[in-house]
């Protein structure tokens, strides 16, 4: 009986030697055709033409913006939201009662901390970065005056939330 030897390349070249079969049978075309039905009360899908942004009261026009995404930081329970810095604007020091996570989806996040406000004192987060936002620490973020694009940041918690600002006597924005 002769032996079968299989060697790496034999592995490889496998797929690739049974794709024109596949397609010819149309197998591929079924599973695509099959993959483009989305049942929604399974799988929701929102494209970036559906969200809607908004600036929160009190900021000015091209400030900021925020796209809630699941669930309301005004009310108990998971929420997930995005917000958007435009440059020349970071908030003022601030905290929350929880943690608040967060990854930058795009552009240049920059953040500090500390109750003082300083935008020299912040550092970059480039896109792809986690920040964890410690519960009850005082904090501040934002893009700096110059910076080529909004950073858009996708943010995590429980609600309900509310920001304490570390002083309610100046507006909860900076202009950089």
Known sequence: MAELVTTRRDLLMAPMLALPTALLAGTFESRAAAATQVDPSM??????????WETPPGF?????EMAPLW???SEAGLYYTLVKWHPGYMSA???YVTDRYC???????WVASGEDFAAENTVPAP???FVRRVAKTPHYDGVKKGGA????IAICGIGPIKLILNDAT???WREV
């Open 71 to 73: 669930g309301k930081t």
């Open 170 to 172: 100046k507006p909860a």
């Open 43 to 52: 799988t929701i899908v929102r494209l970036p033409s559906e969200i809607s």
């Open 149 to 152: 694009e909004p950073a858009v």
């Open 103 to 109: 990854v930058v989806v795009s552009g240049t996040w």
């Open 93 to 95: 020091p601030h905290w």
């Open 60 to 64: 000015p026009p091209d400030s900021v």
């Open 127 to 129: 896109a792809g970065t």
